[in-house]
């Protein structure tokens, strides 16, 4: 059966035994969008506009190696609505009030590009019949050093969201003060379907064809798959809520002309944000698993209602503001601000802020144990375990997540000062130092993570050796932020704007974003959070950016060729603009493709990725003029660890490929009567078609270590008209 498989990869077509095939298919991406607006004047002192906005999109990504190996390749559909009404009443000449009214509703479909069931003709065994998405596509294999194989595990994926939002701001001017108040509410509807691993996974790191006493050095993921031992595998069925939000938000805002030089923003906002409750509880059931260190009971927590979120809410979230504006020169401002801000969290992703989830037994996820050594979790051969899916009662091995009735919300502390200078030639001069300190971060920790590495199995030695994995949701996490950018800008003028900004900056945190697929984020040891301290996933240390737009002096009413007729039709209206993006590279976690400190090879939201690095006994950067996409960092700055001990080496400690990027437009406006035109668009991004690498292969102790095989878009070119009228 894994020759099957393996013979589902396409034949290379480059030298070398690593990086050795390389196709581009033809992706698609079509867009259809309608806006209409109606602006009424009910009497001068009260206007309203109605906006309505419908979007469809098709998106289609083949793979590089195309069926039926596929790889990942997807497509996707989304049909979008919005609905937006705004009413402005001015009932004084200091007296204004703005209402508004938001409707929004969005359709995504993600699918895999399979109609046929292929697990029949490979022969692989124990997929469960659940009608779609099992009855299209086959099994996912997972494969260290090697391009996955199999359409991608979560498709089908599709989802739901209503959004209503209703605001109201005042504004009321009396003498040195503007002040503005105002409220906020938000309702969300979410529901979300995904296929999670319905159709299974196997993944082969090497663990059965290596030297016991030499792990990570030796052995190789292919061989194992050639003899079917997985390391791990997965199977379970599509997953789903159907959540409730309910937002609140009030805010108070004094902008006080204390003098004419000094000017101060005094306000305070406050937000209570709503973990959701779940409607459709009999098709999608959602609960809380509770347990207790030193017991193996746990206690199941269900919604009493509709309306139960299982929580105790914040309601402190009270975010003061305080910013001010001082002339210190006719031609000078100084301006500082510090104000707190909180986060609204995700509803039902793996990191938001949902109490409840949709868990065993209605939805059951099996990750089948392994010793790494002579055991298994699965051979391809065998399949799966038959009869585990649909599952009637909490099955050993699954998934499980866990959380507090309390959370508190995810806030930010930020703060700026910059001095201003107005130039010659209607240019601004702007040196400014920007900071923010981020807390309660959700950090997501396996609490089943045996406590130490040792020997023995990981299942043996987990706190809860029923359970695969138990998921806590912890506020634990913090990140800081410092910057100094230098900005000139040259306000608009005989036909040319432009703005040159450059920013050095860092981001340290302990935890990475929710929707991050970079390798090496999780915590590698779930029980000191601190060792997970590094580099933030987008710290980009440099960047450099220059915009520009010109219109050309030629034609009617232009300093050349100042006439009309044929000589502007040709000639004049043309306008030229780009921007200029050098950005340095994005950092990465060096890692060890197998469970080295054996305590579980995989990450809490079943990816495919480990936790495992190596130790660190170099810098690994290389200097600029050494790297190349064959060997882009220094791999004998790294070392396999001992055996049953976690490597050094920390989070984010290397930088990719720097991204530079040259983004131009031309376009030029035909005048035909007053107030007609019709404007033409030439826009290429990355005109240069630089290429935009991607992060170089991270796991040392395989032969792609250090090899970039991949890049980003090449040149798009777009030409777009607008009548205007």
Known sequence: VAKKVIDLYPNPNLPGTVSNFYASPNSQNDTDQIDARVDHSFTQNHRAFWRYSRRKNHQLSPSAMGLPADGGGNSLDIIAHSVVMNLNSTFSPSTNNEFRFGFSRLNPFNDILWTENYNTKLGIKGVPDLGDPTNRGFTRFGVSGFQQIGPGSFLPNTGGLDVVQVSDNLLVIRGRHAMKAGFQFLREDLFRGASRFARGFFNFDGSFS??????GQTGNGMADFLIGTANTGTLGNPNGETAVTHNYAAFFQDDWRVSSKLTLNLGLRWEMFGPPSFKDQKQFPVSNFVFKYGSQDYQIIRPKDEGDCGCDRDLNNFAPRIGLAYQLTPRTVMRSGFGVVYGAPDAIAFFGDARFQHMPPAFTEI???????????????????????????????????????????????????????????????????????GHHLVQMRDLNQPLKPGPGSVKSRAPWPFFAYVIYRDPLGNSNYNAATIKLEKRYSQGLQLM?????????????????????????????????????????????????????PFGKGK??????????????????????????GQPFSALVSVDISNTGAGNPTGGTSNRNHPDRIGNGNLPGDQRTIKRWFDLSAFAIP????????????????????????????????????????????????????NLPAANVNLPTAGIISGAGAPRQIQFGLKFVY
């Open 559 to 584: 300093k050349w060729l100042n006439l009309s007729g044929p000589v502007d039709w040709v000639l004049g209206g043309w306008q030229a603009g780009g921007i200029l993006s050098l950005l340095s």
């Open 367 to 437: 990750t089948f144990p392994t010793d790494s050594l002579t055991q298994p979790a699965l051979v391809v051969a065998n399949g799966f375990p038959a009869g585990l899916i649909p599952a009637t009662r909490v099955l050993e091995n699954t998934l499980v997540n866990t959380a507090d009735r309390f959370m508190p919300s995810t806030y930010s502390l930020q703060w700026f000062y910059d001095l201003q200078r107005e130039l010659p030639a209607q240019m601004v001069l702007t040196l400014s130092y920007l900071g923010n300190g």
């Open 210 to 215: 290596q030297d016991p006493a030499r792990r």
């Open 642 to 693: 001992a055996q049953y001990t976690y490597g050094n080496s920390g989070r984010n400690t290397l930088y990719g490929p720097p991204f530079n990027n040259l983004d131009l437009k031309i376009g030029k406006n035909f005048y035909f009567w007053e107030g007609k035109r019709l404007e033409f668009r030439c826009e290429m991004f990355n005109s240069s078609n630089t290429p935009h690498f």
């Open 500 to 552: 040159t900004a450059y920013t050095y900056s860092h981001s340290i945190d302990n935890t990475a974003e929710s929707l991050t697929n970079a390798g090496g984020q999780e915590l590698q040891d779930n029980y000191d959070v601190k060792r997970n301290r590094g580099n933030s996933v987008f710290d980009r240390r440099s960047a450099f950016v220059n915009s520009a737009v010109y219109d050309l």
